[in-house]
């Protein structure tokens, strides 16, 4: 069974700009969770979509927003980029039951300049 | 603070050592734990999932939770130089909503 894949893998953006990351989950699953790693903050939750239904959120600003399509493929959009959204952006697929194992991808290392 | 907090070392073993990585949380509803391996430029990977307190062993791995005292363990027995990554624990906060640990980089020496 082919992983959780994610695109692009680097991306460069200047502040102010806006970029779409995409996430495909494991086939089957139907819930896909994004995360933020940063060396100062580690791993934090940003949303979670289930169903093309947003389940659940972390405390991010409006700037960051996803969704979710029929076929269980994410989205997520960061808008007026800064500084520090530098980071790696993983995204995670489960089958969907609240306490499902979460399999990561690769992640989409972000650059802003 | 952090609902999890975990040492970030970085730890440094000889090879064939046994590794002890530890975590403790704050949230006494926490029921799961995990931990996940991360090598450099990947995304983290399932080592062990648990259920409440006790043990579980795979292979060299044994994670342990007490939650009498809030405190979750990862043990590595006759550890290898693969083993050399970032060792994450986590517990599910929500609904498929993951709380992670800073993170311990362990290094094993040949």
């Known amino acids: 069974k082919a992983g959780v894949t994610q695109t692009p893998r680097y991306l460069i953006k200047t502040r102010g700009q806006q970029v779409t990351l995409s996430c495909s989950p494991i086939s089957g699953h139907r819930s896909v969770s994004w995360y933020q790693q940063t060396p100062g903050q580690g791993l934090q939750f940003l949303f979670e979509?289930?169903?093309?239904?947003?389940?659940n959120k972390g405390n991010f600003p409006g700037r960051f927003s996803g969704r979710q399509f029929s076929n269980s493929r994410s989205e997520m959009n960061v808008s007026t980029l800064e500084l520090g959204d530098s980071a790696l952006y993983l995204c995670a697929s489960s089958p969907g039951l609240v306490t499902d194992t979460q399999y990561f991808g690769p992640g989409t290392r972000l650059t802003v300049l | 603070q952090k609902e999890v907090e975990q040492d970030p070392g970085p730890l440094s073993v000889p090879e064939g050592a046994i590794v002890s990585l530890n975590c403790t949380y704050s949230n006494s509803a926490f029921q799961y734990f995990m931990w996940y391996r991360q090598y450099s430029r990947k995304g983290p990977e399932l080592l062990m999932y648990?259920?409440?307190?006790g043990n579980k062993e795979d292979g060299r791995f044994t994670a342990q939770v007490d939650k009498s005292s809030k405190y979750i363990s990862l043990f590595i027995r006759d550890s290898q130089p693969s083993d050399s990554a970032t060792y994450l624990c986590a517990s599910f906060q929500g609904a498929q909503k993951l709380v992670f640990g800073q993170g311990t980089r362990l290094t094993i020496n040949p």
């Open positions: 648990t259920y409440s307190s």
């Open positions: 979509y289930f169903s093309e239904t947003q389940r």
